[in-house]
């Protein structure tokens, strides 16, 4: 039997283009779950840190630390840190 020999046969390269299509298929796939994923991240994140501004500014007002300035002041630390980092990451 030589090396030629499979090469002739059809089901040879039916097999080959088969694999081939189904592991091209698959990795855009994941690629694209991969994204959609990190794009949640990102989003739960902003959330979090929103929530985290909301209960540093009820946490002031509670211990008589805030002035009539600080509404927001947090929250816009939060944003402006993740726009930030979200710049250093591009």
Known sequence: MSFVA???NPAF???LFSVAGSTYLL???MIELSEDHEARMDEL???????IGH???AL???EGK???ADPGK???EYYGKRQRDEKKTS
């Open 45 to 51: 994140g902003g959330t979090l840190r929103g929530h």
């Open 66 to 68: 805030a002035t009539e």
């Open 6 to 8: 499979p090469l002739r």
């Open 60 to 62: 002031d007002r509670l």
């Open 55 to 57: 209960i540093e500014e």
């Open 13 to 15: 390269f039916t097999t």
């Open 74 to 76: 947090k929250m816009n």
């Open 27 to 29: 990795r855009s796939h």
